[in-house]
């Protein structure tokens, strides 16, 4: 695998939005950082327990070296979101290599 480095182009995606009005996107994004703490939830949603009426996450911060901040490039705007690598390129708040085209 080709590793990253800062300033390197890369394809973020987005997440969409729950209702579908938005789907997921591929962007284009320019890495800022290599490596990163990426918050991990360390229980399913449904095992969450209770604390006056509100659940409780369990979460924890792993470190991934492949993971990136980066800077990525909207219709709107400029967004800004540290990420893991998702090669498959599937997973919504995950980026990946661009695709290479065939000639």
Not at 10 to 15: C, E, L, N, P
């Amino acid at each position: 695998m080709t590793q990253p480095s800062v300033g390197r182009i890369v394809h973020y995606v987005s997440y969409g939005t729950p209702g579908g009005e938005y789907t997921s996107q591929c962007r284009a994004a320019t890495i800022t950082e290599v490596g990163a703490w990426i918050t991990v939830d360390t229980k399913p949603a449904d095992s969450y327990s209770t604390s006056e009426g509100r659940p409780i996450r369990y979460a924890e911060q792993w470190y991934y070296a492949d993971a990136c901040a980066l800077e990525v490039s909207n219709p709107t705007g400029l967004f800004f979101n540290t990420c893991k690598h998702d090669e498959d390129g599937k997973a919504g708040g995950t980026w990946h290599w661009p695709e290479r085209l065939e000639e």
